[in-house]
Nanobody, 125 residues
């Protein structure tokens, strides 16, 4: 069974940091681009960041550039999202997803084949 499991979410004060992890089981991430997506209450899901299979190319949404960093450790079959300088508007459920396509010409990490169950990040004082 192909699974992605996110962890690392929680409650943090504005300006704080969290590191999310996305661990794969049942398959290897080596051949997949991995994306982080988020969905805030009452809003549509949006792409946050995407990293290609080798880890050499990354993309970020404008809203998180300079604050979030995506990385991957293929030996551990895990992808990370380091989130710094968190803002209340970053509050959302964060999902990771595996895609064979880093960039479709329209979207990064387009057409994911496997999704995680999500982890909640709450930024509040």
């Amino acid at each position: 069974q192909l699974q992605l499991v996110e962890s690392g979410g929680g409650l943090v004060q504005p300006g704080g940091s969290l590191r999310l992890s996305c661990a794969a089981s049942g398959f290897t991430l080596d051949w997949y681009a991995i994306g982080w997506f988020r969905q805030a209450p009452g809003k549509e899901r949006e792409g946050v960041s995407c990293i290609n299979a080798s880890g050499g190319t990354r993309n970020y949404a404008d809203s998180v550039k300079g604050r979030f960093t995506i990385s991957r450790d293929n030996a551990k079959n895990t992808v990370y999202l380091q989130m710094n300088s968190l803002k209340p508007e970053d509050t959302a459920v964060y999902y990771c997803a595996a895609s064979k396509l880093y960039y479709s010409g329209t979207y990064y990490c387009d057409g994911p084949e496997v999704w995680g169950q999500g982890t909640l990040v709450t930024v509040s004082s």
